[in-house]
């Protein structure tokens, strides 16, 4: 509905998002000489998106559900300011079909897949049956709802403990509970229930069999309005804390060539049968022999897009505009290829010491990295306040090197010249990241953050604070040396702090 198969020249894109995915989404309009028209709250007054844009408009107050998630308000600033598409970004009204609907009754290209696909995708139990119909593999399970806890000991037992239950209407880990006694099952079933009725307004559930150890490795996909669709390799995303995913990268440690090719099959058979239209993911779970099954489409660009941008040479937004301006995909299957390696750090602000509290607050001083293979995807300034209001993210670090190996060491720097003061940041907790043996050894699963928990809670030992430390050495030394060359020369000028350097510095960065 809404798609015609003409083609369009998009001249004005409106970006329903903030922070570092609204500037990234602009930096790509601009090379494609497009207008870009931002949208921001009262807390965004000052933000990056907004001075970027050609355009932009107030819609309200800072709290979400009055600004970046009103529909209303951002299609009246959509018709007012002339845009012909509107880019969702992630997160906010991206996989909200409702909204995807009322654009294209409004005339208004949304930027993604039809609200059809959308709702197919988003409804867990639905997606299910259509990839089992597909013939793409999907966790041993149910495809019906679970209707009551008798029904459902029964179908449990039948499956074989453990199992997850899960809400259709969830995702992400939303609404999941795992059972592994007999005994547990009803309670899970009625906890599960209420607890997806309150969040999603729908308790429908579903059972998957309990994959243990598992790794998250998820396929980048694109797909054209004429049933053409290509995948763009895989992402490793299984070093994730609370389902917040901290450090992906690509390719996966264990994959293959063979079950590349065989995963990739199976992921656009799934964006084929989704009538997928535009850029989007497939979540598989993978056990230790390399077995995968479906677990979740997502219908939207992702944060870690940058890691497949980096290592297939191809840049997602432009693709994104150019399939939704009704062009066809510019490239085949045979014509991708994954060059080197790609790493992505989130960095967030907020308290590692304090289990993860989000720290928001002014940006005193900023630095970041730069030199070969880094990308820095940010939006934040000195001066600038981080608001309370969204979620803490304030920048991905993406690197790009020939081998694993080169980049965790190439992340290793760029994170060490990462400098931000102000408000407590992620990054340190990252470096504790890169020097885990599982992390370096590549042999982590989803299980990593828990299993390393103690490694990484140890006290960080070098880089800021061993400067600092060096710094303070250093000083001490000098004025020192000072005292003593005015005792031999009374009348020396005292001509402040210069010339001392840092001590124990050469120590520090070997041990970094
Ligand atoms: C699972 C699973 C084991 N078996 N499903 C968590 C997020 C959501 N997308 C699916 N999740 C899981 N589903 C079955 N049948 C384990 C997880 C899981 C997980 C998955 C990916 C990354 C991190 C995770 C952490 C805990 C549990």
Known sequence: MGKTNSQVDIKKILVANRGEIAVRIMRSCREMGIETVAVYSDADRSSLHVRYANEAYHIGPSASSESYLRMDKILEVARISGADAIHPGYGFLSENSTFARKCNEAGIIFIGPSPESIEAMGDKISARKRMIAAGVPVVPGTTEKIVDEKEAVKVILGIGLPVMIKASAGGGGKGMRLVRREEDIRGAIRGAKSEAKTAFGDDSLYIEKYIESPHHIEFQVLADRYGDAVHLFERECSVQRRHQKVVEETPSPIMTPEVREKMGACAVAATKAANYEGAGTIEFIVDDQLNFYFLEMNTRLQVEHPITERVVGVDLVREQIRVAEGHPLPFRQKDLKMNGHSMECRIYAEDTDNNFMPNPGKITHITEPMGLGVRCDGYIHEGYTIPIYYDPMISKLIIWGRTRVEVIDRMRRALHEYKISGVKTS??????????????????????????????KSKYKCDTHCEDISLIAAFMEHSTRLKQAKAVIPNDRVVGIKGWKHRGRRAGMQRM
């Open 427 to 456: 990054i340190k907790y990252l470096v504790k990241i890169m020097e885990t043996p599982d992390f370096r050894n590549g042999t982590y699963n989803t299980h990593f953050i828990e299993k390393n928990e103690e490694f990484l």
